[in-house]
């Protein structure tokens, strides 16, 4: 147990242990609850046991009552007081009285079974009167009922003679006829009184009630046949009134020894508990002795639910604890020992894994708080350079423009606006350090100026006292857009006049419609710039404004720049751009003359013989035909004819350079895959050894092999050393160790665990198998 414990992991362990120990939680609350369900079915048992005890007492004393009553009755019977009272008639027998008094005592009997026997002895005529008969004299009737050990004169003196109140001879046999000559043995208790009810010298009669036992005593009965127990009542002087499930002189002991001042539920000897109950009227005292295990009966079914309820919990519990600690452990192990493989902490004194795990996050985080506050200082720096690359038109792809705005958190949602130059006057020439702060302070009132119109401008210094901006608009109307932001930069020069004393000259281009178009628009911004300083304007120039007296063709150096670079990158619907571009401006917003267009054609022309001039390096065959598509067109051509043919030959250019790029990407990828195949040992072997190799940045290089392959280049690396391991691992009889060192692997403990990740198995498992199959 200790060997297979010891396989886990000490993470897996500790989550185990936290887990049973939660577990045994709930399991001591279900012990408590056990024990307290244990103790409430006890005590509903002992309690349910009183009651029936209480009950048969109850109904004792209440027919013992109803003796008293007969007897209180008797006692102003007319017949009776007649009886024992009127001298005797001439009839010394007086058997008309008698007999009338004996029909009467017949109707008594019937209404109480406790009275079911009884006689009333008369010494005015010495006789005996029961229900059934009359004996004439006393010795008859004793000879039918006579008491064990208790002779004739002893029962005449001691039953019939001596005055009596309420009083109770506890339990005694006596014989009593059934049938003529026929006699048994029956145990009962004997009720005395004597009449008259204040007679304490010598009674005038004696009234006697034989109570059988078994009319008692049946009424605990159910105690005995229920627990299996016995029932005891004794009276106040310690005699026993009846018994029932012990033996008699057991029953005497106990009715000797019991303390009437203990408790209602005391323990006793062989196992059982003593329930009592004293009595308020005559002072009895009813007991039961009721075996524990009989009490027990319902707790042990408890017992035995609990148990079998709390093994099943333990077994699901312990089954639930073990997958949780694998699937809570497992990824934190998986960190843990990814952390491990880039440290060089010795294995021997590692630390504990929690600790070691904080440690080294907390220096990952310390380490990206450091980096994200040297990025956000940079940030500004980032910007500015990102608004000049936009200004000089250097994004050629949405993709590259998407990526470096989200790095320098500027929103490019709006893709339509203006661009523009504004020059602060005044300050041709900087000669003194006063002159460059008045003028930093100037740009800076004018910065802030329109940063409170309008948050969302980006703006750059551009040259010594010039501001480039990029101003963008709303999707809804363009040209409304664009005139409200024209007056409103005009409003912006006259308010910073006014306020501030500061002249301004503003130039802005037309109007562009997606972000790869800024420079183009910032190229017109500058040409309205150069018209306003040479018309020496102060005011608002726009580029529109320009064209009115220019008959020259547009072409300038940013477009022909742009066009040439959309070209290079194959970037087709860009460079389909930019040449509609080119021709609107001539030939829908200009009307050239036939010379100019001649030498607009002609640069473009030779735009395009520079892109075969390039260090684009295609086919001889391509370049001979790309050469003849370009000698071919005439500017003798229609306007949409020289489109339509610079349009295909753009279209034929990228799909060439696309091809050509795929080409030298799938040459990239093979040297790659080669270099690894031949350094997969090399333990050191990183996509930055790799990029340094390749004489590339790491992000181009693992961009370029997931789109080529479709896999990760770090997971290509895995599997060229896992695969090289498998082939050891068949062939040859090197140590696991060994082999794992050999492949570049730190440990074999990191080698275990990427050949599983890779083949699903260990490297021992996956010997042993190739060993069974062979």
Same mark, same amino acid.
């Given at each position: 147990?200790?060997?297979?414990?010891?396989?886990?992991?000490?993470?897996?362990?500790? @989550?185990?242990?936290?887990?049973?120990?939660?577990?045994?939680?709930?399991?001591?609350?279900?012990?408590?609850?056990?024990?307290?369900?244990?103790?409430?079915?006890?005590?509903?048992?002992?309690?349910?046991?009183?009651?029936?005890?209480?009950?048969?007492?109850?109904?004792?004393?209440?027919?013992?009552?109803?003796?008293?009553?007969?007897?209180?009755?008797?006692? &102003?019977?007319?017949?009776?007081?007649?009886?024992?009272?009127?001298?005797?008639?001439?009839?010394? %027998?007086?058997?008309?009285?008698?007999?009338?008094?004996?029909?009467?005592?017949?109707?008594?009997?019937?209404?109480?079974?406790?009275?079911?026997?009884?006689?009333?002895?008369?010494?005015?005529?010495?006789?005996?009167?029961?229900?059934?008969?009359?004996?004439?004299?006393?010795?008859?009737?004793?000879?039918?009922?006579?008491?064990?050990?208790?002779?004739?004169?002893?029962?005449?003196?001691?039953?019939?003679?001596?005055?009596? @109140?309420?009083?109770?001879?506890?339990?005694? !046999? *006596?014989?009593?006829?059934?049938?003529?000559?026929?006699?048994?043995?029956?145990?009962?208790?004997?009720?005395?009184?004597?009449?008259?009810?204040?007679?304490?010298?010598?009674?005038?009669?004696?009234?006697?009630?034989?109570? !059988?036992?078994?009319?008692?005593?049946?009424?605990?009965?159910?105690?005995?046949?229920?627990?299996?127990?016995?029932?005891?009542?004794?009276?106040?002087?310690?005699?026993?009134?009846?018994?029932?499930?012990?033996?008699?002189?057991?029953?005497?002991?106990?009715?000797?020894?019991?303390?009437?001042?203990?408790?209602?539920?005391?323990?006793?000897?062989?196992?059982?508990?003593?329930?009592?109950?004293?009595?308020? $009227?005559?002072?009895?005292?009813?007991?039961?002795?009721?075996?524990?295990?009989?009490?027990?009966?319902?707790?042990? $079914?408890?017992?035995?639910?609990?148990?079998?309820?709390?093994?099943?919990?333990?077994?699901?519990?312990?089954?639930?604890?073990?997958?949780?600690? *694998?699937?809570?452990?497992?990824?934190?192990?998986?960190?843990?020992?990814?952390?491990?493989?880039?440290?060089?902490?010795?294995?021997?004194?590692?630390?504990?894994?929690?600790? @070691?795990?904080?440690?080294?996050?907390?220096?990952?985080?310390?380490?990206?708080?450091?980096?994200?506050?040297?990025?956000?200082?940079?940030?500004?720096?980032?910007?500015?350079?990102?608004?000049?690359?936009?200004?000089?038109?250097?994004? +050629?792809?949405?993709?590259?423009?998407?990526?470096?705005?989200?790095?320098?958190?500027?929103?490019?949602?709006?893709?339509?606006?203006?661009?523009?130059?504004?020059?602060?006057?005044? *300050?041709?020439?900087?000669?003194?350090?006063?002159?460059?702060?008045?003028?930093?302070?100037?740009?800076?009132?004018?910065?802030?100026?329109?940063?409170?119109?309008?948050?969302?401008?980006?703006?750059?210094?551009?040259?010594?006292?010039?501001?480039?901006?990029?101003?963008?608009?709303?999707?809804?109307?363009?040209?409304?857009?664009?005139?409200?932001?024209?007056?409103?930069?005009?409003?912006?020069?006259?308010?910073?006049?006014?306020? %501030?004393?500061?002249?301004?000259?503003?130039?802005?281009?037309?109007? +562009?419609?997606?972000?790869?178009?800024?420079?183009?628009?910032?190229?017109?911004?500058?040409?309205?710039?150069?018209?306003?300083?040479?018309?020496?304007?102060?005011?608002?120039?726009?580029?529109?404004?320009?064209?009115?007296?220019?008959?020259?063709?547009?072409?300038?150096?940013?477009?022909?720049?742009?066009?040439?670079?959309?070209?290079?990158?194959?970037?087709?619907?860009?460079?389909?751009?930019?040449?509609?571009?080119?021709?609107?401006?001539? @030939?829908?917003?200009?009307?050239?003359?036939?010379?100019?267009?001649?030498?607009?054609?002609?640069?473009?022309?030779?735009?395009?013989?520079?892109?075969?001039?390039?260090?684009?390096?295609?086919?001889?065959?391509?370049?001979?035909?790309?050469?003849?598509?370009?000698?071919?067109?005439?500017?003798?051509?229609?306007?949409?004819?020289?489109?339509?043919?610079?349009?295909?030959?753009?279209?034929?250019?990228?799909?060439?350079?696309?091809?050509?790029?795929?080409?030298?990407?799938?040459?990239?990828?093979?040297?790659?895959?080669?270099?690894?195949?031949?350094?997969?040992?090399?333990?050191?072997?990183?996509?930055?050894?790799?990029?340094?190799?390749?004489?590339?940045?790491?992000?181009?290089?693992?961009?370029?092999?997931?789109?080529?392959?479709?896999?990760?280049?770090?997971? *290509?690396?895995?599997?060229?050393?896992? !695969?090289?391991?498998?082939?050891?691992?068949?062939?040859?009889?090197?140590?696991?160790?060994?082999?794992?060192?050999?492949?570049?692997?730190?440990?074999?403990?990191?080698?275990?665990?990427?050949?599983?990740?890779?083949?699903? &198995?260990?490297?021992?498992?996956?010997?042993?198998?190739?060993?069974?199959?062979?």
């Amino acid at each position: 147990m200790k060997l297979l414990w010891s396989k886990f992991s000490p993470m897996f362990r500790r @989550f185990l242990i936290s887990y049973l120990i939660i577990l045994m939680i709930p399991q001591i609350a279900g012990y408590a609850s056990y024990r307290a369900s244990i103790e409430a079915a006890r005590a509903s048992s002992i309690e349910n046991s009183l009651k029936s005890l209480n009950l048969g007492k109850e109904i004792i004393e209440r027919n013992l009552l109803q003796v008293e009553a007969f007897t209180r009755q008797l006692a &102003i019977n007319q017949d009776l007081y007649r009886l024992i009272a009127d001298p005797k008639p001439l009839d010394v %027998y007086n058997v008309y009285g008698i007999g009338r008094m004996q029909r009467s005592l017949s109707m008594y009997s019937s209404t109480n079974e406790y009275l079911s026997h009884f006689f009333i002895y008369i010494p005015n005529y010495n006789v005996i009167i029961t229900p059934t008969t009359v004996y004439y004299r006393p010795e008859h009737y004793y000879a039918a009922n006579a008491l064990e050990g208790m002779t004739y004169e002893q029962w005449s003196e001691n039953i019939l003679k001596k005055p009596h @109140f309420n009083e109770i001879i506890p339990l005694r !046999n *006596y014989k009593r006829e059934i049938s003529s000559n026929v006699l048994t043995t029956v145990p009962a208790i004997t009720f005395l009184q004597s009449l008259p009810l204040n007679s304490f010298n010598k009674p005038q009669a004696t009234i006697g009630v034989l109570i !059988n036992e078994d009319k008692m005593a049946n009424l605990t009965q159910h105690i005995v046949d229920q627990y299996g127990g016995w029932t005891l009542v004794r009276d106040a002087d310690g005699n026993v009134i009846f018994s029932r499930g012990i033996e008699q002189a057991e029953a005497q002991r106990l009715a000797e020894t019991y303390n009437r001042d203990a408790h209602q539920v005391q323990p006793i000897e062989g196992g059982r508990l003593l329930l009592s109950i004293e009595s308020g $009227q005559n002072g009895w005292s009813y007991m039961a002795g009721i075996p524990e295990k009989a009490l027990m009966t319902n707790a042990d $079914q408890i017992k035995q639910v609990t148990f079998a309820f709390t093994l099943a919990t333990l077994v699901l519990g312990l089954a639930i604890g073990l997958v949780l600690a *694998y699937r809570n452990s497992a990824p934190i192990y998986k960190l843990l020992s990814v952390f491990r493989e880039q440290t060089s902490e010795p294995s021997g004194k590692r630390r504990n894994e929690y600790d @070691f795990l904080a440690s080294h996050i907390h220096h990952l985080i310390a380490n990206n708080h450091s980096l994200e506050n040297a990025l956000n200082e940079q940030i500004p720096l980032l910007r500015d350079g990102f608004i000049k690359r936009l200004l000089t038109g250097e994004f +050629y792809t949405t993709r590259e423009l998407e990526a470096i705005s989200s790095q320098t958190r500027i929103s490019i949602q709006n893709t339509q606006g203006i661009t523009g130059l504004l020059k602060v006057n005044g *300050y041709a020439s900087l000669d003194s350090e006063e002159t460059i702060q008045e003028l930093g302070v100037a740009k800076l009132i004018v910065r802030q100026t329109i940063t409170e119109w309008n948050a969302e401008i980006l703006m750059t210094d551009w040259g010594t006292d010039q501001i480039a901006f990029i101003c963008p608009v709303s999707d809804e109307c363009l040209e409304q857009a664009i005139h409200h932001c024209e007056s409103e930069l005009e409003r912006l020069r006259e308010l910073i006049y006014r306020d %501030y004393r500061i002249s301004t000259t503003i130039g802005t281009g037309a109007a +562009y419609e997606v972000w790869n178009d800024v420079g183009r628009s910032f190229d017109e911004a500058k040409q309205a710039m150069d018209y306003a300083i040479h018309c020496g304007a102060d005011q608002l120039v726009k580029f529109e404004d320009t064209l009115k007296e220019n008959e020259m063709y547009y072409y300038p150096i940013e477009s022909e720049q742009r066009l040439l670079n959309t070209v290079k990158a194959g970037e087709v619907q860009e460079a389909l751009r930019i040449l509609d571009q080119l021709f609107v401006r001539n @030939f829908e917003e200009r009307e050239l003359s036939y010379e100019m267009v001649q030498q607009f054609i002609m640069e473009l022309k030779g735009t395009y013989l520079k892109l075969d001039e390039s260090k684009i390096k295609l086919g001889d065959s391509f370049t001979d035909e790309y050469k003849n598509c370009v000698a071919s067109i005439q500017t003798t051509d229609s306007i949409p004819a020289l489109r339509g043919k610079f349009k295909r030959l753009t279209e034929e250019m990228c799909m060439e350079v696309v091809k050509k790029r795929s080409s030298t990407h799938a040459d990239t990828v093979q040297e790659i895959m080669s270099y690894i195949e031949n350094n997969y040992g090399d333990a050191n072997l990183t996509i930055y050894r790799i990029a340094e190799y390749m004489g590339k940045s790491e992000k181009f290089i693992s961009q370029l092999f997931k789109e080529h392959t479709g896999e990760n280049l770090s997971d *290509y690396v895995e599997h060229v050393r896992i !695969n090289a391991a498998s082939g050891l691992l068949l062939e040859s009889g090197q140590t696991i160790d060994e082999i794992a060192l050999t492949t570049g692997y730190n440990s074999a403990h990191s080698f275990r665990r990427a050949f599983k990740r890779v083949r699903g &198995i260990s490297p021992s498992v996956f010997r042993k198998m190739d060993n069974q199959s062979g």
